[in-house]
């Protein structure tokens, strides 16, 4: 089965290859050294930081197992991630306003590597707490950072339209070409050297620290506008106001709630569905390939939102088909189909998560144009959007 593994990830990669090599160039922009320099920097802290998340991604479940807990056991243990990152992610964006993106930004390295730490522990509620610690760390990894570039990006004086390379490259890298390595040596370190599956994890802490020393010394504090902060009642109340006055927000925040239930229930279940009976399995590069289809869906979907002739909600219908499909096949079939509609199923996630982030911004853009207070409001709630590598 290895065998087929690797063969789906070398077809996969020449693909990917192909189709990145494709892509027209675009006229390059004058840039300044200083901004250059701050971009580096910004997309080296980003890339660890990200380092630090994917490192983990192969092998919690399975650390989980090993330590004897069953499948129950270890969904409560997902659930408790997920609750509170839900429950933290409404308020870490203005709590980073007042104290500081800078010090939120090291709150997620110190948070994140206490998580890391706790895997040692195989009782239960070290783990719990871990997992707590991990989603508090997550909801901060996605507003945190973003919040901190996009403020000293302008406080420095460089232009507008120099802050889409920032984003562009450091989303492509960390979310992209580091998800992928990380993967790999993920299972390096853990299967091929024998170090186990706490060892991934002992590697995010260092790529932690690394880029946590980083910020410390290079980084300088910023906050958010004071006269326009808000107490998080009133931005529910903003949020709320403007999904009841336009069904297509509402609907739009289903459907997206729904794809994502899948897709949660799809990251919870993965490692017990490729080894029912615990047979070894290349965890890291099984992730590794999971990430290189999520980067194919990412370069599919850029093509696609790029035709002005091709509408969102007509090329979504297919998605949704090929996604159902795809999950629907190793109910139908012998498990071992799992891995190829895997591939094709995470292509469709990234696919679905590029156009459902267009369309968002449309509608909102559409029906709050001149609701500015709204606007805010919603950009704010949605501070955990995951961010695409397009």
Sequence with gaps: MEIFYYLVFGALSLVVLALELSKTSKDRITTSAAFNAFKNNYIVVYSLMMAGDWLQGPYVYFLYSQYGFDKGDIGRLFIAG???????????????????????????CITYILSCATKHSPQYKVLMLGRVLGGI????????????????????????????????????????????????????IADTLGFGPVAPFDAAACFLAIGMAIIMSSWSENYGDSSE????????????????????????????????????????????????????????????????????????????????????????QIVFAISATT???????????????????????????????????????????????????????????EPLAI
């Design 82 to 108: 997920f609750g509170s990152s839900m429950l933290f992610g409404t308020i870490v964006g203005s709590l980073a306003d007042k104290k500081g993106r800078k010090r939120a930004c090291i709150t997620y």
């Design 137 to 188: 760390a997550t909801s901060l990894l996605f507003s945190a950072f973003e919040s901190w570039l996009v403020a000293e990006h302008f406080k420095r004086g460089f232009e507008p339209q120099w802050l889409s390379l920032t984003f562009s490259k450091a989303i492509f890298l960390g979310n992209g070409l580091v998800a992928i390595v990380s993967g790999l040596f993920a299972n390096l």
């Design 229 to 316: 902060s808000k107490d998080l009642f009133t931005q529910f109340r903003g949020a709320a106001l403007a999904i009841a006055s336009d069904e297509k927000i509402a609907l739009l925040g289903a459907i997206q709630s729904l794809f994502e239930g899948s897709m949660y229930t799809f990251v919870f279940l993965w490692t017990p569905a490729l080894s029912p009976n615990e047979e070894d399995i290349p965890h890291g590069f099984i992730f590794a390939t999971f990430m290189l289809s999520s980067m194919l869906g990412s370069s599919i979907a850029s093509r696609l939102m790029a035709r002005a002739n091709l509408k969102v909600e007509g090329y979504m």
């Design 327 to 385: 999950l629907l096949l190793p109910v139908l079939t012998n498990v071992n189909a799992f891995p190829i509609t895997v591939m094709f199923g995470m292509c469709s996630i990234f696919l679905f998560m590029a156009a459902v982030l267009q369309r968002r911004l449309m509608v909102v853009a559409e029906s709050h144009k001149s609701r500015t207070q709204d606007w805010s409001a919603m950009k704010e709630m949605d501070a955990e959007s």
